[in-house]
């Protein structure tokens, strides 16, 4: 028995940790690791095509090559063996590319922003094809699979990523008798399900058919692990549905998170510049995505409505589609939470109801979303004497509210915004 394979996917067991890891060492070692990358003219620029076939080669190897492995699927070629060498590296060229990401926003004069908006989307999703991947190919043809009761099982050694499991999917969708498959890369296995009822000739028939159709795709390693049948269709449901629902909830998450204009990614900026590892301000998610929050919001509400309109037809466990509906929807409504829960403005009297604080009114220049609104906000009533103030990133005006007897620290507030990429107008 072959041992288990990592796929290194976003979602597997460690793979985010070692990407946090990568990507705080990588800020810490910013000024010489990625100095190359982050500071280099042309990116600095932006201005030529060299920006957008950066972000491309970067988002290649951060997918482990992933849409080449695609192209040779669509050429009959099996496995190149891309995930096997790039995948253990994964999370270094992720965090590698999320630092050129951020950094090139961060240096974002107002012009071409085409050329930033093109690099970015096409790094995204060069990146990320392998989750891309691997929710189509778990969530691909599932109504059918449910009415499957028996499969074929098939292991294919040299089947190393999800891009393989594409190809096989494509040589083997139009099969008779074929409802789906449930495929698992890290063993080397796929069960193809099969409406087969108790007919031992047509299973031999069929496994021969799949066998063939494996090693035509490109995988001559295939070899036939044997054919079941199923009286009780709920055994294969239960295993097609588990092997949907990390799927589900990467779309969810992903679409919580779109939805809020990546607040929670602004947070963690914010949390790695208290920790004082990495400084840049707004990294301008709400910029791209603020306009289209309404729409994104729609989509989400639709896909959960799905979810929910599935999971009850097929009497699916109603607690993991609960679980996934309330992390969409913090992460969806995040923004108003924290304009919510962001802290109260108060003000000081004296006995006689005066107003003992004096206010200072500042325009503040940088902010582009409720997180950086929250984060200018913590500043500035971190320093002495200041009792509370009110912050709108919109107009990206601040109203201070300071004791009467104690002289605003004004360079101070300035240099430690300033430093967080803040600008006092």
Request: aromatic residues 8%.
């Amino acid at each position: 028995m072959m041992s288990p394979r990592r796929m290194f996917l976003i979602h597997e067991q460690g793979v985010f940790l070692e990407y946090l890891l990568w990507l705080i060492m990588g800020s810490l070692l910013g000024n010489t690791l990625f100095a190359s990358v982050s500071t280099s003219q042309p990116l600095q620029a932006a201005k030529t095509p060299f920006t957008l076939m950066l972000g491309f080669l970067l988002g290649l190897l951060s997918s482990s090559c992933c849409a080449l492995q695609l192209l040779l699927g669509l050429l009959g070629v099996g496995c190149a063996g891309f995930s096997t060498m790039f995948g253990p590296i994964r999370p270094a060229m992720l965090a590698m590319t999320t630092y050129f990401q951020v950094s090139m926003w961060h240096q974002y004069q107002g012009d071409r922003f085409w050329i930033y908006l093109a690099s970015s989307v096409t790094t995204l999703v060069m990146c990320f094809t392998p989750e891309i991947i691997a929710v189509y190919n778990r969530t691909r043809g599932e109504v059918r699979a449910l009415k499957a009761v028996g499969s074929v099982d098939i292991r294919v050694p040299s089947m190393g990523c999800e891009a393989c499991v594409m190809a096989i999917r494509r040589a083997s969708t139009n099969l008779p008798h074929v409802a789906g498959m449930v495929p698992n890369v890290s063993q080397g296995q796929i069960a193809f399900l099969t409406d087969i009822r108790r007919s031992h000739s047509q299973y031999n028939a069929l496994s021969k058919t799949l066998l063939e159709a494996v090693r035509a795709a490109g995988f001559q390693d295939a070899e036939l692990l044997g054919s079941v049948p199923h009286p009780n269709t709920k055994s294969d449901q239960a295993v097609f549905t588990a092997a949907g629902w990390q799927s589900r909830w990467i779309a969810s998450i992903t679409l919580g998170m779109l939805s809020s204009s990546c607040c929670l990614l602004q947070l963690l900026l914010n949390g790695l510049a208290m920790l004082d590892l990495f400084h840049m301000g707004c990294a301008g998610f709400n910029t791209v995505l603020g306009p289209l929050r309404t729409e994104l919001r729609i989509l989400s509400c639709f896909w959960l409505t799905l979810i929910w309109v599935h999971s009850l037809k097929t009497k699916a466990r109603l607690k993991p589609v609960l679980a996934s509906t309330v992390v969409t929807l913090v992460l969806m409504f995040l923004p108003e939470l924290l304009l919510t829960f962001g802290g109260d403005s108060y003000t000081v009297f004296d006995d006689d109801g005066g107003d003992l604080l004096t206010q200072v009114k500042l325009d503040i220049v940088g902010m582009g979303c409720e997180a950086c609104q929250v984060q200018v906000k913590s500043l500035i009533e971190g320093f002495r004497g200041v009792v509370s103030s009110n912050v709108d990133y919109e107009t990206g005006k601040a109203l201070i509210h300071v004791a009467e007897d104690v002289t605003l620290d004004m360079a101070g507030i300035t240099a430690e915004l300033a430093r967080e990429g803040y600008v006092i107008g």
